[in-house]
């Protein structure tokens, strides 16, 4: 794990005044030996991003997740042949210093089809779920005391196709489970369906449950489920929309309410969506647009789960594959694949926009942006 101790390094931590300092987990594709997991110290009051570590060497650790615990993480390696074997991904955990960020590696298991895309953890840290796209599949995982992952536990392959070209089959782009942890919804980009599981927290097997469909050539990708479960909205990649769905959190069943663009009226060029978050308070929805490079903001109705355009703010990058909202919902962290670099934005929490800021880091094709608030 290679430590950046540079002297502009302590003298930009010592210059800031942290609240809550979070440290930045960032995922990429990576192919050289220095690629990997970078880390970096960011101040949560200004949006200053500090370079802390890399852990070089690990293959394409595109989609991470931090245990909530703190003292691991999680890294889907989407790859198509680990350990030699055809068709086949992996997901790596790795010990976490909470205080430095360090990471080191623990163990892996094959995700049993190519490409893993999505990583989840359970809220009481005791299971991991992946999604693979390439393979159409997803697959569950006990996570260990002692933080490694277990074989895998139960593992489903989604069957079917859909009306484009890029879904003449399954493809599993991710999988979340709830917050009272009883139903995981797999999103597959091939079938335009959000497919449901059962999910037993004390076993971490998942067993089929129900479907909801999305209206032809959609492209289901990622899924955001309101605190309160009421509402789940559905970001679809080919078509450029977002889907609200209102959730019954008893029966697991999720209805239909509205389909807005995340795309301004009269935009003509070429655009798929990545990721979709709902912002800390609950009151606004944020959706990527990569071909438009911007951040899709919506007003979030939390009585009809309904939403309303608010702004369509250009992200200062190429490709916003992903971003992630601090915790304490300041600031919106947009990680451009193609332009290689990572761009902050302030949140207004009283009206949802974003404003860009001057902080900027540079990093090869950065895929997920994680945090961890350090004590």
């Known amino acids: 794990m290679k430590t950046l101790k540079t002297g502009l390094l302590f003298t930009l931590l010592a210059s800031q005044s942290f609240a809550k300092p979070l440290l930045v987990f960032v995922g990429a594709y990576a192919d050289k030996p220095e690629e990997g997991i970078s880390v970096y110290t960011m101040c949560d009051k200004t949006g200053i991003m500090i370079p802390t570590t890399v852990l070089g060497g690990q293959q394409n650790p595109s989609f991470l997740e931090v245990h909530p615990n703190g003292k691991f993480l999680y890294a889907v390696n989407e790859i198509a042949n680990f350990n030699g074997e055809q068709n086949n991904g992996a997901i790596s955990s790795y010990s976490l210093d909470p205080k430095t960020g360090k990471l080191g590696l623990l163990n892996q298991q094959p995700t049993h089809g190519a490409a893993p895309c999505h990583v989840s953890i359970s809220k009481d840290g005791k299971s991991a779920l992946v999604a693979n796209y390439t393979g159409g599949s997803v697959v569950s995982y006990k ?56 999910f037993d927290p004390k076993t971490s097997k998942l067993t089929n449950h129900s479907e909801a469909a999305l209206p032809p050539g959609s492209g289901p990708r990622h899924l955001a489920i309101t605190g309160d479960s009421k509402f789940a909205y559905s970001l679809n990649e080919l078509t450029s929309t977002v889907t609200a769905f209102k959730f019954d959190p008893e029966k697991g069943e999720l209805t239909q309410a509205q389909t807005l663009s995340t795309l301004p009226t009269g935009y003509k060029g070429n655009n798929s969506t990545a990721e979709v978050r709902i912002h800390p308070n609950g009151n606004f929805l944020y959706c990527s647009n990569r071909g438009h490079d911007s951040v899709a903001v919506f007003k979030l109705n939390p009585k009809l789960g309904t939403l309303t355009p608010l702004q369509w703010q250009k992200t200062g990058g190429k490709t916003p594959r992903n971003f992630n909202i601090t915790p304490n919902g300041q600031f919106l962290v947009a990680a451009h694949q193609t332009s290689n670099d990572i761009i902050v934005h302030e949140i207004d929490s009283e009206t949802g926009l974003l404003t860009k800021t001057d902080n900027r880091v540079l990093t090869p094709r950065p895929v997920c942006i994680r945090f961890l608030e350090q004590n």
């Open 143 to 198: 996570i260990n005391e002692d933080g490694t992952l277990s074989k895998p536990v139960s593992f489903y392959h989604h069957e079917g196709s859909s009306v484009t070209p890029r879904q003449k089959g399954p493809h599993g782009h991710s999988i979340n489970l709830d917050p009272a942890n009883k139903f995981a919804f797999a999103a597959d980009l091939g079938l335009d369906k959000i497919i449901i599981y059962c």
